[in-house]
């Protein structure tokens, strides 16, 4: 349970930490630099468990999807979030990225991988209902930042139904060192077509609290995160360790109100309240099949 609680905690403080540091870098750049950290975090921690071997696992037909989740999850999806997240609250974008198991389902029952269900279809009509309310809670024109929080949810849903076959063959560690280096290449190529630059910007690196916040998001959340979230699996089992996805609006739009000082429209509560109804209906049904 402490490995559960401490995921839950870190995922739920990534907007909230890097909403300052918005006004003084590239969105595409703070997620490389997020990235880069966590993959040297990972790469040292699978070395000092003398666990380098798993990456050996990894085959030729492996490499063209490690590279496709590389750019979906690492490249695409988190840069995405993160431009929400310069655009909108804190909170919307945290709310709005947690809507991914919505789109887990609907892109499960397309490719026929999943069985329809009254309990999943009521999911998704209050997932989506909450999406609604969220992204309009401003009346008829909505925040350009939670079209870019729903882009990063529905590109995470589909980078979990692909991660999830492959973790299943070559382990959870080799797929995101892996992947995580192809997303990064991409980003290198990216940033510096767009002139934009690999080394962070002085704004950040020379005031000590966003070079603080700017670490912490690289070593605890890409890194210490993810190896928690890892055990939490291990420990609670993969349908439990997702509870995370859907507890983490609660808890990012607390941090986001009481460190950041956010107002948030009345329609964000209700909207709130769906997406986290529609989140658990949708993993209840799963736990019920499994049962």
């Known amino acids: 349970m402490i490995y559960f609680l401490v995921t839950l905690v870190i995922f739920s403080s990534m907007e909230v930490v890097s909403k300052p540091l918005m006004p003084f870098i590239d969105p595409f750049q703070l997620t490389f630099h997020r990235f880069f950290i966590g993959l040297v975090f990972l790469f040292l921690f699978l070395v000092a468990r003398r666990r380098l071997h798993e990456l050996t696992c990894i085959t030729r037909r492996d490499i063209a999807t490690l590279a496709f989740l590389g750019f979906l999850n690492t490249f695409f999806a988190m840069s995405m979030l993160q431009i929400a997240v310069k655009y909108s609250t804190a909170a ?42 969220v992204m309009f809670d401003r009346g008829l024109s909505f925040d350009i930042g939670a079209l870019y929080a729903l ?34 290449a991409l980003s290198t190529l990216f ?34 995160g993810y190896i928690t979230f890892v055990k939490t699996i291990r420990q609670l089992g993969p349908l439990a360790a997702s509870v995370v996805f859907v507890v983490k609006p609660a808890l990012a739009t607390l941090l986001a109100v009481l460190l950041l000082g956010e107002q948030l429209s009345p329609l964000f509560w209700p909207g709130l309240f769906l997406i986290i109804t529609g989140g658990s209906l949708i993993l209840k049904r799963a736990a019920v099949q499994k049962s």
Not at 152 to 165: E, G, P
Not at 199 to 218: K, M, N, S
């Open 191 to 224: 940033l510096l077509i767009m002139g934009i630059g690999l080394l962070p910007p002085v704004e950040i690196t020379g005031d000590p609290a966003r070079l603080t916040a700017f670490i912490y998001l690289g070593v605890v959340v890409s890194g210490i």
């Open 151 to 184: 882009i990063a949810s529905a590109s995470f849903a589909l980078y979990t139904i692909v991660n999830k076959k492959v973790v299943h063959r070559i382990g959870s560690m080799p797929v995101n060192i892996v992947s995580f280096s192809f997303g990064l």
């Open 92 to 133: 919307t974008a945290a709310t709005l990225i947690c809507s991914n198991p919505v789109f887990v389902y609907l892109f499960s029952l397309i490719a026929k991988n999943e069985e329809f269900s009254w309990r999943r279809a009521g999911g998704i009509v209050a997932g989506v209902g909450g999406i609604v309310l």
